[in-house]
């Protein structure tokens, strides 16, 4: 309703109507595409996790879309949450209904889309299943890696981008002095997955 009052002049009136501000209804937060790397599942014999147990554990959260990627702990969804509650929720699952405690990074399609437009070392490796991209569970850790650039590690090289470490290690990562030194400042707050891996998951969350 508006709001309306009336003045009168010699030989005529006029009528003022003031319509209320319009309400503008919030929408609500559409679904988007996520993707949960889980830390250190399937490694040797300890850890053993099926994939078809664990999209069903996921579908049971009520994500749609589940699809999981190799047998490392790489699954792709579709949910309105976000990503640092779904994670949780995942941690939680795997911990009780799947008896697999495990650390999960969840990141959108978009960051993730973000992370392989801006690999800057695409062009330094050749051979991607040596070169690594390490995701963050919280982006303020970068400040833990950003001394390590400073040092000299030829051959190999590290690189940060907004939420991941970029890591080329040309011998392999047992043997890297580099992946080492990530791994001691970063403990279990980083999972990481080698560069043809991240193609495929990038190639999974599109479609």
Known sequence: MGIAWTERFTGFQVTYLFSEPRKVQRKDKLPSRHIALIRGINVGKAKRVAM????????????TGVKTLLNSG????????APAK??????KILAGEL???????VITAEELADAVAGNPL??????FSRLFVSFLNDPADLA????LTK??????????????????CPNGLLESPLSQAVARALGDRVTTRNW???????AAAER
């Open 52 to 63: 078809a147990d664990l999209r069903a554990a996921i579908e049971d959260l009520g994500y």
């Open 74 to 81: 790489n699954v792709v969804f579709t949910a309105d949450v």
């Open 86 to 91: 779904a994670a949780a929720g995942i941690e």
């Open 99 to 105: 008896g697999v405690p495990a650390r999960v990074t």
């Open 122 to 127: 695409v062009d330094v490796a050749d051979n």
């Open 144 to 147: 833990r890696l950003k001394p």
């Open 151 to 168: 040092e000299t590690w030829d051959p190999e090289v590290l690189a940060l981008g907004k939420r991941v470490a970029y890591v080329w």
């Open 196 to 202: 043809a891996t991240i193609l495929k998951i990038h």
